[in-house]
């Protein structure tokens, strides 16, 4: 998967289009329906909501809302699902944006906000002083924000697709990228700018025309005509710092936390870094009982699959198993969790992964547990010949690499990329190989050789490498693929560094020119699949380098502000021997906790 591919994964991270989609309810007679519903926040400000109850509603019931910036409408068709199925449910626009009072700062404003929703919501007389929260991407990540404000009627949450500030969003690794700004747009004001967000083409345009111009990252919200002071904000915090800290939940929060959580991503979920980064903190920080009530569901979807699951996905094609019922979940977890029903039947252990290529569904008591063992595979080449997809070094088990260093050499003033990826056909699946194939001369390719049998993978792989620049620094990704036996390929999982953090992300330290250091590439996003015996795997690493990415000159200074006069063309080495062996460890499934049915 290029980068191009990955950003595109994270192009909807936040995004409105196509992610509210449900099916009509069956029964819309059955819905009494309120638009324009006032809520009084503790500073006078009032937010509208639009409600949905069932018609023949007798007393009170549990509530449920989602609070979002893509204007309440966006979620009519989950409201109509949910009042036909029991539950008052509400789309609340968060403050500034579509009805609601007040200005829009993102991210900033949900915490306390949220909590005064579900504190008004409890008092009402149609709410039985039960209250939930629902929904993905931004809607995720403020259910997270409201739950450390703890207000006492919150009863449980089901975080998707949630992006953790710093982590995921608005940068990742350490790098900005170009969607940032098309976010900003798409929310800028208090009506939604769909039909510009929505246009690839234009922003291609625009990503294109500062790519090429090798102007500093920070111009960006110029050049695409919408100077923004949250964009100059959020890139004047270039790494996870107690800026970003502030949006989510402390230790000291997660460890009070006590209610019950579902939380929800997918393999190629542009927010599964997020995702699992609040899921990891609180098993980490939570008390046991409160992570005992913890699940996880993994399936095999995109950034919106997350919520309504498609039966494909960047090209690859998912079995029947894949397109789970995700408003049936939902409403099994709050007939669970609010209405003291059973526990969803879905939920056979508390982590459930799907695994591609086995098209079934496997579970485990911990994400760990996943991984039954990790395997360690080396790289090596012949007279470092290891610069060409059809002319690449080895990927094998067994003993450390015996041959001499390899090398790529990267000049940040090519802008040659932008000629194929301003193609919309152009490395935006999963199945695409162009990214690596354009890449020949100007990267490395490692592949190991056919597998004798059927591989099940579910985790995350890492990847050590030995490697010394003749520059302080540069951006490094690292993507792995199945290369299947008759050519085809399947993205698995990448990684990126900024080699300024090599060390600790949130400390920046220059590179010692010529100092051969290891690098550890140990945040791959959780990957489950079956490699088919005769498949190959293809590790890949080349430079950032693409218009939908912050730039990074090398030369050491602030990257955002850094343009093409700044520009040094490094050279990265990379050893492989057994003094320092190169290796990538991958992560063997382990068997299902649940037995299948006989």
């Given at each position: 998967?290029?980068?191009?591919?990955?950003?595109?994964?994270?192009?909807?991270?936040?995004?409105?289009?196509?992610?509210?989609?449900?099916?009509?309810?069956?029964?819309?007679?059955?819905?009494?329906?309120?638009?324009?519903?006032?809520?009084?926040?503790?500073?006078?400000?009032?937010?509208?909501?639009?409600?949905?109850?069932?018609?023949?509603?007798?007393?009170?019931?549990?509530?449920?809302?989602?609070?979002?910036?893509?204007?309440?409408?966006?979620?009519?068709?989950?409201?109509?699902?949910?009042?036909?199925?029991?539950?008052?449910?509400?789309?609340?626009?968060?403050?500034?944006?579509?009805?609601?009072?007040?200005?829009?700062?993102?991210?900033?404003?949900?915490?306390?906000?949220?909590?005064?929703?579900?504190?008004?919501?409890?008092?009402?007389?149609?709410?039985?002083?039960?209250?939930?929260?629902?929904?993905?991407?931004?809607?995720?990540?403020?259910?997270?924000?409201?739950?450390?404000?703890?207000?006492?009627?919150?009863?449980?949450?089901?975080?998707?697709?949630?992006?953790?500030?710093?982590?995921?969003?608005?940068?990742?690794?350490?790098?900005?990228?170009?969607y940032a700004m098309q976010w900003l747009t798409l929310v800028g004001g208090r009506a939604?700018?769909?039909?510009?967000?929505?246009?690839?083409?234009?922003?291609?345009?625009q990503y294109r025309r500062w790519y090429e111009a090798r102007a500093p990252f920070a111009?960006?919200?110029?050049?695409?005509?919408?100077?923004?002071?949250?964009?100059?904000?959020?890139?004047?915090?270039?790494?996870?710092?107690?800026?970003?800290?502030?949006?989510?939940?402390?230790?000291?929060?997660?460890?009070?936390?006590?209610?019950?959580?579902?939380?929800?991503?997918?393999?190629?979920?542009?927010?599964?870094?997020?995702?699992?980064?609040?899921?990891?903190?609180?098993?980490?920080?939570?008390?046991?009982?409160?992570?005992?009530?913890?699940?996880?569901?993994?399936?095999?979807?995109?950034?919106?699959?997350?919520?309504?699951?498609?039966?494909?996905?960047?090209?690859?094609?998912?079995?029947?198993?894949?397109?789970?019922?995700?408003?049936?979940?939902?409403?099994?977890?709050?007939?669970?969790?609010?209405?003291?029903?059973?526990?969803?039947?879905?939920?056979?252990?508390?982590?459930?992964?799907?695994?591609?290529?086995?098209?079934?569904?496997?579970?485990?008591?911990?994400?760990?547990?996943?991984?039954?063992?990790?395997?360690?595979?080396?790289?090596?080449?012949?007279?470092?010949?290891?610069?060409?997809?059809?002319?690449?070094?080895?990927?094998?088990?067994?003993?450390?690499?015996?041959?001499?260093?390899?090398?790529?050499?990267?000049?940040?003033?090519?802008?040659?990329?932008?000629?194929?990826?301003?193609?919309?056909?152009?490395?935006?699946?999963?199945?695409?190989?162009?990214?690596?194939?354009?890449?020949?001369?100007?990267?490395?390719?490692?592949?190991?050789?056919?597998?004798?049998?059927?591989?099940?993978?579910?985790?995350?792989?890492?990847?050590?490498?030995?490697?010394?620049?003749?520059?302080?620094?540069?951006?490094?990704?690292?993507?792995?693929?199945?290369?299947?036996?008759?050519?085809?390929?399947?993205?698995?999982?990448?990684?990126?560094?900024?080699?300024?953090?090599?060390?600790?992300?949130?400390?920046?330290?220059?590179?010692?020119?010529?100092?051969?250091?290891?690098?550890?590439?140990?945040?791959?996003?959780?990957?489950?699949?079956?490699?088919?015996?005769?498949?190959?795997?293809?590790?890949?690493?080349?430079?950032?380098?693409?218009?939908?990415?912050?730039?990074?000159?090398?030369?050491?200074?602030?990257?955002?502000?850094?343009?093409?006069?700044?520009?040094?063309?490094?050279?990265?080495?990379?050893?492989?021997?057994?003094?320092?062996?190169?290796?990538?460890?991958?992560?063997?499934?382990?068997?299902?906790?649940?037995?299948?049915?006989?």
């Open positions: 998967m290029s980068l191009r591919s990955r950003l595109a994964a994270v192009l909807f991270a936040f995004g409105a289009l196509g992610l509210a989609g449900a099916q009509a309810a069956e029964r819309p007679a059955d819905v009494d329906f309120q638009w324009g519903v006032k809520i009084p926040l503790r500073d006078g400000v009032k937010l509208a909501a639009t409600l949905y109850r069932p018609r023949d509603q007798q007393q009170p019931l549990p509530c449920v809302f989602t609070l979002t910036p893509y204007i309440a409408q966006s979620y009519h068709a989950r409201g109509m699902y949910f009042a036909t199925h029991g539950y008052v449910f509400l789309t609340v626009d968060v403050r500034g944006r579509g009805n609601s009072e007040g200005q829009f700062t993102p991210l900033l404003q949900e915490a306390q906000d949220g909590h005064d929703v579900v504190e008004w919501l409890a008092a009402q007389p149609y709410c039985n002083g039960k209250v939930a929260m629902w929904g993905g991407s931004y809607a995720g990540y403020d259910q997270w924000a409201s739950a450390k404000e703890f207000p006492p009627h919150l009863a449980t949450i089901v975080p998707v697709a949630s992006p953790k500030p710093g982590v995921d969003y608005p940068m990742q690794h350490n790098m900005f990228y170009a939604s700018q769909e039909d510009i967000f929505g246009d690839m083409g234009f922003w291609s345009a111009e960006l919200d110029r050049y695409v005509g919408h100077p923004s002071p949250i964009f100059q904000t959020w890139i004047a915090h270039p790494s996870q710092d107690a800026y970003w800290d502030s949006f989510s939940p402390t230790p000291q929060q997660l460890a009070r936390l006590d209610l019950p959580i579902l939380s929800v991503t997918g393999h190629y979920d542009g927010d599964q870094a997020g995702a699992l980064a609040y899921y990891g903190d609180h098993m980490r920080h939570g008390s046991a009982a409160a992570t005992a009530r913890h699940y996880l569901v993994i399936g095999p979807w995109d950034h919106a699959g997350t919520r309504t699951p498609k039966a494909e996905v960047g090209g690859l094609k998912l079995g029947q198993a894949a397109l789970l019922d995700m408003n049936a979940l939902h409403k099994a977890w709050y007939d669970w969790t609010l209405k003291d029903g059973a526990k969803p039947e879905f939920l056979k252990d508390r982590v459930a992964y799907y695994v591609t290529g086995e098209e079934a569904w496997r579970y485990a008591p911990t994400l760990e547990a996943a991984t039954a063992r990790r395997e360690a595979w080396y790289l090596d080449s012949v007279a470092s010949r290891a610069n060409d997809v059809f002319a690449s070094g080895e990927l094998k088990p067994g003993a450390p690499g015996r041959g001499r260093a390899d090398r790529y050499v990267h000049d940040p003033l090519d802008t040659s990329p932008a000629a194929w990826e301003h193609d919309e056909s152009a490395g935006g699946g999963l199945t695409d190989q162009r990214a690596a194939l354009n890449a020949a001369g100007k990267a490395l390719f490692y592949h190991s050789a056919p597998l004798a049998q059927d591989t099940d993978l579910a985790g995350f792989f890492r990847l050590s490498a030995w490697l010394s620049l003749d520059q302080p620094d540069t951006d490094i990704a690292v993507n792995l693929y199945e290369i299947r036996a008759d050519g085809s390929s399947v993205f698995l999982a990448g990684d990126a560094l900024r080699a300024r953090y090599r060390h600790d992300p949130r400390t920046a330290r220059p590179v010692t020119p010529g100092a051969i250091e290891r690098y550890d590439f140990d945040r791959f996003g959780f990957i489950a699949r079956r490699l088919a015996k005769g498949s190959r795997l293809r590790l890949m690493i080349a430079p950032v380098n693409s218009m939908y990415a912050e730039k990074n000159y090398n030369a050491g200074g602030v990257v955002a502000e850094e343009s093409g006069k700044d520009a040094r063309t490094v050279t990265v080495t990379l050893y492989h021997d057994r003094q320092r062996p190169s290796a990538l460890s991958l992560p063997i499934a382990a068997a299902s906790s649940v037995a299948p049915k006989p």
